[in-house]
Nanobody, 126 residues
Framework: QVQLVESGGGSVQAGGSLRLSCAAS????????VGWFRQAPGKEREAVAV????????YYADSVKGRFTISQDNAKTTVYLQMDSLKPEDTAIYYC???????????????????WGQGTQVTVSS
């Protein structure tokens, strides 16, 4: 049974930092596409950062480039999202997701990721 469990959300003031964790289990972690998405009220779910667990250059949304970093601990099958210089517009529910059907990270569309965590709230106040 595939499980993605997020943790690390919370409330922070603008300019602050948070680190999100996504513990993956129930499938072969290596050679899969894993990403962080977010959804703000009234907006569509969007990809924030996506990475291939076997290596390669991660994808970052333009709005987070230079501020967010996706990383992983393969031994722990955990993916992290380090978020620095947070802005109020980063406020959203953040989800971890995995695409287990394709070779490589060939898409960042939320609809193409078949497995999702429960989400964790990130609130940035000004």
């Amino acid at each position: 049974q595939v499980q993605l469990v997020e943790s690390g959300g919370g409330s922070v003031q603008a300019g602050g930092s948070l680190r999100l964790s996504c513990a993956a289990s129930g499938y072969t972690y290596s050679s899969t596409c894993v990403g962080w998405f977010r959804q703000a009220p009234g907006k569509e779910r969007e990809a924030v950062a996506v990475t291939y667990t076997s290596g390669g250059i991660p994808y970052y949304a333009d709005s987070v480039k230079g501020r967010f970093t996706i990383s992983q601990d393969n031994a722990k099958t955990t993916v992290y999202l380090q978020m620095d210089s947070l802005k109020p517009e980063d406020t959203a529910i953040y989800y971890c997701a995995a695409d287990l059907t394709r070779v490589g990270c060939v898409t960042v569309r939320a609809a193409d990721f078949g497995y999702w965590g429960q989400g964790t709230q990130v609130t940035v106040s000004s």
